[in-house]
């Protein structure tokens, strides 16, 4: 799915028409996502049915996995959680 921009000849989008063009396109991304979503649901309820893991550890791989991904420093990290903990 891509976007076009307008040409510069077109008549400039008024705000309500960006924000109808936006919905539209949030609407379409959201329905072609939807079968993915299903996917990730019944793959995790699979999990938990046979034992393989828990809710809570996949809760705790995905955000350890999210950390990794994005190059999380853990000193920050540990800063940042002492300072929101601290009395």
Known sequence: MSYSVDNVTDKP?????RIKDYVRAMVAIEQAMEP???????MRKNY??????????????MKAYRLMKDQ??????????????AP
């Open 13 to 17: 989008k008024s705000k309500e028409e």
């Open 36 to 42: 993915y979503k299903e996917q990730r649901r019944d």
């Open 48 to 61: 938990v049915e046979n034992g393989w893991l828990t809710k809570d550890e996949m809760k705790n791989v």
């Open 72 to 85: 999380t420093d853990f000193s920050q990290l540990e800063q940042a959680y002492k300072t929101v903990t």
